[in-house]
């Protein structure tokens, strides 16, 4: 089935500093959504990218969308205490299902 | 925005019991519906696709007879744990798909299941 790596596993930073967490996959993605789950919480739906070459901005946050649409990155500047959580890519699976498949995810800890 | 409900949050248990936990969407009907599985500092696996009124589609290595899906209405979906183990203890999320093919999936606040 279809699957997604996402590195790094874990990330900490010093408030302030930038945070950048990719999705890579062997093949084409229809496309690929983003999703943060605080500790203790349930994942919420970032954002969703479709076509190749795509980027698009959330005040800190920036998605990326390769020109293959093999990979993703979700980027985030100057990082705050309120951005700590696990950040996951999900892709759906191949077929025409709605199944959604979720990368590891990228635990971020932010030093204050 | 969409809300989907998830009850109980939590639950204790005593081995050979079995616990229901129910997914409600709130504000939308949903067709579907989809029931994860977290462990601790772990992603999420999907652990069956709950389409109502049909069999829900469990994923490869899920007991259907384990993990026992209902989908009886439009807006509720149960998935039972049944003779539950020390192993089935786990966050147990479900999530709904509102709307067109591709749209996101709104997720219920998890249960945290602990089986004694």
């Known amino acids: 089935g279809q699957q997604v790596m996402q590195i790094p596993q874990y990330q900490h930073v010093q408030e302030g500093e930038d945070f950048t967490t990719y999705c890579n996959s062997s093949t084409t993605l229809s496309n690929i959504q983003w999703y943060k789950q605080r500790p203790g919480g349930h994942p919420v739906f970032l954002i969703q990218l479709v076509k190749s070459g795509e980027v698009k901005k959330q005040k800190r946050l920036t998605f990326q969308f390769g020109e293959a649409k093999k990979n993703s990155s979700l980027h985030i500047t100057a990082t705050q205490t309120t951005d700590v959580g696990t950040y996951f890519c999900a892709v759906k699976t191949q077929g025409g299902s709605e199944k959604l498949v979720f990368g590891k995810g990228t635990k971020l800890t932010v030093n204050p | 925005g969409a809300v989907v409900s998830q009850h109980p949050s939590w639950v204790i248990c005593k081995s050979g019991t079995s616990v229901k936990i129910e997914c409600r969407s709130l504000d939308f009907q949903a067709t579907t519906m989809f029931w994860y599985r977290q462990f601790p500092k772990q992603s999420l696996m999907l652990m069956a696709t709950?389409?109502?009124?049909?069999?829900?589609?469990?994923e490869q290595g899920v007991e259907k007879d384990k993990f026992l899906i209902n989908h009886a209405s439009l807006t509720l979906s149960t998935l039972t744990v049944t003779s539950a183990h020390p192993e089935d203890s786990s966050f147990y999320i479900c999530?709904?798909?509102?709307?067109?093919?591709?749209?996101?999936?709104?997720f219920g606040n998890g249960t945290r299941l602990t089986v004694t």
């Open positions: 999530s709904a798909l509102r709307g067109l093919s591709g749209s996101p999936l709104h």
């Open positions: 709950s389409n109502e009124g049909s069999k829900a589609t469990y």
